[in-house]
């Protein structure tokens, strides 16, 4: 069970990126994830084109990690900013061990991923 200040934290963070627009997400994406992913290819990492929303590890074309497999996790602002965080801490074994360190930067470039989903 997650202590209330994280469910309230966490609501919090969901309801500022509701309200943002994604200024400079796509140039944060390029910067700080386009060197392993791409919108519509896989390259180092897989293509992250309609991520958000999306199971974690279901690009059939990408070998993901046995361990993010296992996650059941659907990409939601909330975990995105979690993985984005620490991803060794939402997903102990994972293959990625990259972050993102500045929590606007986060919110900018997940409101860019979840522009480029699905809706």
Known sequence: MR??????AAAAFVALLAAQTPSG????????????HALDRDKEGPRLGGVYGRPAASVA????SEALRKSK????AE?????????EKLVP?????????????????I?????????
């Open 111 to 119: 409101a860019f991923l979840k522009q480029q989903s699905p809706k």
């Open 61 to 64: 074309s990408f070998e993901y």
């Open 73 to 76: 996790l659907t990409w939601t």
């Open 93 to 109: 074994g994972n293959d990625m061990t990259f972050h993102v360190a500045k929590a606007d930067e986060r919110r900018d470039i």
């Open 79 to 87: 975990n995105l900013d979690q993985w984005l965080t620490d991803t």
């Open 25 to 36: 997400g796509k140039e944060l994406f390029d910067k700080r994830c386009g060197g392993c």
């Open 3 to 8: 202590p209330r200040y994280f469910v309230a």
